[in-house]
């Protein structure tokens, strides 16, 4: 059989691109770099930078340090598959969301697990999470979209349409014929069924799906969480790749796009 895909990583040298934080901050391009371990290289004093922001100044770079690049990082997460969906099965059989933000994904719950998975995956989710600008978030996730298509031409550029599936033969692992997009709909790499398997294969999509969420372990309500559930209540049907787009991708409280160069 075909080797499995395996998941993107950002570049060894990390993402570089330039910004423009108005005065007194800089007020002229300068270059940041998100590094492969997620953290910001800029040349400012971030925490002189902070004490200057709340005090009604200005400074791209702490909004992409505190705001914008935790945000990208849940977003990307989600959309690339690189963990299992944040998600977990409440006892009323609704999918909640691991950290719930409110006026987002409070109340109530999601009615399968395909459609919390697709929540996760929309850029203002994480915008309002972190408080970040949806547009900002939206703006550095392109840049590193761009650097990660450099290296792997699988890698989708259009966030108006969900990464496709990769292709694989994974008929030593799962019943269905049809069962990766379906993993896939639900927030599953497939790099991940030969963990989730083992040497039980093959499995039905309804069973990968109970042993992957069941090891989610980041929502407060995990202890009387159900690890099974009905064919209508895990929502395995695919939908195809298009994400209905619930969110403007321009932020209106922020107009433009951010000056990033």
Not at 99 to 119: K, N, Q
Not at 180 to 199: F, I, R
Not at 234 to 249: F, P
């Amino acid at each position: 059989m075909s080797a499995l895909p395996s998941r993107p990583v950002l570049p060894a040298s990390g993402v570089t691109f330039d910004v423009v934080c108005p005065e007194p901050a800089g007020g002229r391009p300068h270059e940041v770099t998100i590094t492969p371990d997620w953290r910001l290289l800029h040349p400012h004093d971030l925490d002189a930078e902070r004490v200057g922001v709340a005090l009604g100044g200005q400074c791209l770079c702490v909004a992409l340090a505190d705001h914008a690049l935790p945000a990208v990082r849940g977003y990307l997460a989600h959309r690339l598959r690189l963990d299992v969906a944040q998600v977990a099965h409440a006892v009323d059989r609704s999918w909640q969301i691991g950290a719930r933000v409110r006026r987002c994904c409070d109340e109530p719950g999601f009615p399968t697990v395909r459609d919390a998975a697709a929540h996760l995956r929309r850029p203002r989710h994480w915008a309002l999470r972190f408080g970040a600008s949806t547009a900002l978030v939206t703006a550095v996730a392109q840049r590193i979209l761009d650097a990660l298509a450099a290296a792997d031409p699988t890698v989708g550029l259009d966030q108006a349409i969900d990464q496709r599936c990769p292709a694989s033969d994974v008929s030593e692992f799962l019943v269905e014929p049809y069962g990766l997009s379906m993993l896939w709909d639900a927030g599953v790499h497939p790099c991940l069924l030969p963990e989730l398997v083992g040497s039980d294969g093959p499995l039905s999509v309804k069973d990968v799906l109970a042993r992957a969420y069941a090891r989610v372990e980041n929502a407060p309500y995990m202890s009387g969480a159900r690890i099974t559930g009905t064919w209508p209540q895990w929502g395995i049907a695919s939908a195809g790749h298009t994400i209905e787009q619930t969110a403007e991708l321009l932020d209106p409280a922020h107009g433009e796009l951010p000056p990033l160069r």
